[in-house]
């Protein structure tokens, strides 16, 4: 038997595990990011992380390779970071596949966290059947990722898929990518709380939510009017942005992911409405909205996935 370790870098955790060819978690490891504390201590806890999970395997000779996913732009070629915002401080320009090579005796590929997200919903979740996809993760930002021909679109360096930086708004709010009115500003965690309180501070009442993406959900499955006002506007604006990635992309498969996308078969009943009244009716026929199927290791999962399906380590 062999295994893959997969490392997934995120912006307060960073998850180690041991997987196999059928992608089935052995072992686990968890540490937190503490991102504010810079790129070199991140890099040891990794460094650290990969060691815990050589211990245990036992065996040297059982471990194929490791496969790594972080957030920010990665420039594939190398597995450097191309360019990393607030979530990860000091984090661009960082050479995480040279670090962990000289490291380590094993083959090592780095990517995108929403790329190997794809790579494990293709290989294991809810693409298994599609060759043509995108996919979504709606957490405190939104990332993508595209598959066409069953492999990854990455670009000039690796950056494409940056889809939760397309516009639905041009006289939109402010972000930091420097564009205004992206789809994360309306239905990532931040922007969903960013509209809760915009509708506070418009209330003629006292509001029986606090303003975080977590509670507007849970008050709008429960039919709170307030909570209502700000789901229509972010299922809107999602509908909005799905409806122009399948105009470019002709998919098969939206995939959505990521703790927005938890709001659960309500959610994705009204936004599959509201795409369907933004599409082209052919081009709507080719494709479904589904919801993503690894949860929360997909990340790891994907990461791992990289090291059985990388097209030079068969």
Request: aromatic share 6%; charged share 20%.
């Amino acid at each position: 038997m062999t295994y893959a370790i997969g490392v997934d870098i995120g912006g307060t955790k960073v998850q180690f595990a041991i997987i196999d060819r059928q992608g089935s978690i052995v072992k686990r490891h968890l540490v937190p990011t503490e991102a504010d504390k810079g790129p070199e201590q991140l890099l040891e806890k990794v460094e650290a992380g990969i060691d815990r999970m050589i211990a245990a395997v036992g065996q040297s000779e059982h471990i194929k390779g490791i496969g790594i996913g972080s957030a920010g732009q990665i420039r594939y070629s190398d597995g450097s970071v191309w360019y990393a915002g607030e979530t990860l401080p000091g984090w661009s320009g960082t050479p995480i596949k040279e670090r962990i090579a000289e490291r380590f005796p094993y083959p090592v590929t780095v990517d995108n966290d929403v790329n190997v997200i794809a790579i494990a919903e293709k290989r294991y979740g809810a693409a298994q059947q599609m060759e043509h996809f995108v996919c979504l993760a709606l957490g405190t930002g939104i990332g993508g990722a595209v598959m066409a021909a069953g492999q990854l679109e990455r670009g000039v360096f690796g950056g494409a898929g940056e889809l939760g930086h397309v516009s639905v708004d041009m006289n939109g709010p402010a972000c930091d990518c420097g564009n205004r009115g992206c789809i994360e500003q309306y239905a990532s965690g931040t922007g969903i709380a960013r509209i809760g309180r915009e509708v506070i501070q418009q209330a003629a009442g006292p509001i029986a939510w606090e303003p975080n993406a977590k509670a507007i959900i849970a008050a709008w499955l429960q039919g709170d009017a307030a909570a209502t006002q700000v789901m229509e506007l972010v299922i809107q604006a999602l509908g909005t942005a799905i409806a122009g990635y399948i105009h470019s992309f002709n998919p098969e498969g939206i995939l959505i992911g990521g703790s927005v996308s938890q709001a659960g078969e309500r959610f994705f009943e009204a936004l599959d409405q509201e795409v369907t009244a933004r599409t082209s009716p052919v081009m709507r026929a080719a494709c479904r909205i589904v919801p993503a199927l690894l949860g929360p290791d997909a990340g790891v999962i994907g990461a791992a996935a990289q090291v059985w399906h990388h097209p030079s380590w068969k």
